[in-house]
């Protein structure tokens, strides 16, 4: 796979066999992440887990420190007494049913986060052949059915961020942008690492966090030590 030249030139800067420390591998991350636009760094962690088990699963939700510098869209759906609560909060889009019918019918995504209600899950559910597959789906441990609707989208706006498995038991979450520099990005990412390590199932055997990556979009990755993290 060829590479282009900004990408080949930050390369040079990382040495692929080291182990760095958090501190040195995001301020790599800064230094090559030198595309036109703002970066989004990203971490990758791959876990000594078997997510195909229930008591192996990983997952929550944090809110980070500073937010990880994207603007979101937050579709709130509720009853009638909720929705001036859930546009005070900052919910661009609020509605019930006819929301509900808008995405089925109209096959409308143009939201980040659907945040909801208990009481309105029997009928979101309805949704989940079209949400699950785009991770969009409300779900408890990730913050968004919540009773109190208007905290969930304060959160949401601030910064909150799910972190899950995937099929190779790896997590994948963004932390900020290239623009927030070294300090901001390590308060995140141990904020975002302590929770991980906090979510350890209790099955979990040997080495917990094996590997940890950190890149910005378009940079190469950088490794670090995972005996360091968390």
């Known amino acids: 796979m060829k590479h282009g030249k900004k ?27 030198t595309a036109k636009f703002d970066e989004t760094v990203e971490v990758h962690v791959k876990l000594g887990v078997d997510g195909r088990h229930a008591d192996q699963q990983v997952r929550g ?3 980070l420190p500073h937010g990880t510098g994207k603007t979101v869209r937050v579709l709130a759906i509720c009853k009638p007494e ?3 609560e859930a546009r005070a909060a900052g919910a661009e889009f609020v509605g019930g049913n006819d929301m509900i019918q808008k995405i089925q019918s109209e096959g409308w995504m143009d939201f980040d ?9 029997g009928m979101v559910g309805r949704l989940g052949k079209i949400l699950g597959p785009r991770g ?9 059915v919540a009773p ?3 905290r969930a989208i304060t959160e949401a706006k601030a910064g909150k961020i799910e972190y899950r498995l995937d099929k190779t ?14 300090e901001k990005l390590a308060e995140n990412f141990n904020t975002l690492l302590e929770a991980i390590n906090k979510a350890k199932p209790a099955a979990a055997k040997g080495q917990y966090i094996r590997s940890c990556v ?9 490794k670090i030590n995972p005996n360091k993290v968390g």
């Open 7 to 33: 990408y080949v030139d930050g390369a040079k800067l990382i040495e692929r066999s080291r182990l760095y420390d958090t501190q040195e591998a995001l301020d790599l991350c800064v230094k090559t992440g």
């Open 61 to 63: 939700a944090i809110v």
């Open 82 to 84: 909720k929705e001036d």
């Open 113 to 121: 986060v659907l945040i909801t209600t208990p009481d309105m899950m």
């Open 136 to 144: 969009l789906m409300p779900n408890p441990k990730a913050g968004t």
């Open 148 to 150: 109190d609707i208007a």
């Open 169 to 182: 038991n790896i997590i994948h979450c963004p932390i900020g942008k290239i623009s927030f520099g070294t």
């Open 214 to 222: 950190v890149a910005a979009t378009m940079g190469p990755g950088v």
